[in-house]
T-cell receptor, first 115, second 118 residues
Framework: NAGVMQNPRHLVRRRGQEARLRCSPM?????VYWYRQLPEEGLKFMVY????????ESGMPKERFSAEFPKEGPSILRIQQVVRGDSAAYFC?????????????FGNGTRLTVT | AQSVTQPDIHITVSEGASLELRCNYS??????LFWYVQSPGQGLQLLLK????DTLVQGIKGFEAEFKRSQSSFNLRKPSVHWSDAAEYFC????????????????WGLGTSLAVNP
């Protein structure tokens, strides 16, 4: 499968635990975006990364959330000390370039449930 | 405020009927326009996009959309709906600023949920 791969598909965590969401972009893509989809809300941009660099994290909560996209391996979105409000679908997308005319390709998402 | 509006939250059509999903934007200049579809439990798939040129664009799965500058609209259409088209449809825009990295500025509508009756 040459598409964007996200895992796990479903993740259940208790309050206070850590959640790690992984995203492997499409082959050849070096731009990764993370979005969060809360129930009955639209997609919200969280963070934009290129290999080894965070370009824009303006949509990321200031605490408990972090993201990385190492030189080797997938991009990771980490949520520490999860709370119930973190329950959402988290989507990763990749693009060949960062410009607006370089369409995004989305993964199937990770659905996080915090109990 | 600059925004994307999808006026219809839910739409139900009969299989074989025609479909039109509305999308309006409020930007001074023409943005880049997209329609995505999200099937249950799946990620978003690009149906079609408009950057410039012919205002009627063809997409995948038999969908098309027409850009109307005078109405600031980019409505999605399909002549004959299939049961497999039941999904959530999202209109999205990127304001054209010429800066690299503007994909992160993708602004999403809240979506229209489509149900298809047999």
């Amino acid at each position: 499968n040459a598409g964007v791969m996200q895992n796990p598909r479903h993740l259940v965590r208790r309050r206070g635990q850590e959640a790690r969401l992984r995203c492997s972009p499409m082959k050849g893509h070096s731009h990764v975006y993370w979005y969060r989809q809360l129930p009955e809300e639209g997609l919200k941009f969280m963070v934009y990364l290129q290999k080894e660099n965070i370009i824009d994290e303006s949509g990321m909560p200031k605490e408990r959330f972090s993201a990385e996209f190492p030189k080797e391996g997938p991009s990771i979105l980490r949520i520490q000390q999860v709370v119930r409000g973190d329950s959402a679908a988290y989507f990763c997308a990749s693009s060949l370039q960062g410009q607006e005319n370089s369409p995004l390709h989305f993964g199937n998402g990770t659905r996080l449930t915090v109990t | 405020a600059q925004s994307v509006t999808q006026p219809d939250i839910h739409i139900t059509v009969s299989e074989g009927a025609s479909l039109e999903l509305r999308c309006n934007y409020s930007y001074g200049a023409t943005p880049y326009l997209f329609w995505y579809v999200q099937s249950p439990g799946q990620g978003l798939q690009l149906l079609l996009k408009y950057f410039s040129g012919d205002t009627l664009v063809q997409g995948i799965k038999g969908f098309e959309a027409e850009f109307k500058r005078s109405q600031s609209s980019f409505n999605l259409r399909k002549p004959s709906v299939h049961w497999s088209d039941a999904a959530e449809y999202f209109c999205a825009v990127v304001p054209p600023s010429g800066d690299a990295g503007n994909n992160r500025k993708l602004i999403w509508g809240l979506g229209t949920s489509l149900a298809v009756n047999p």
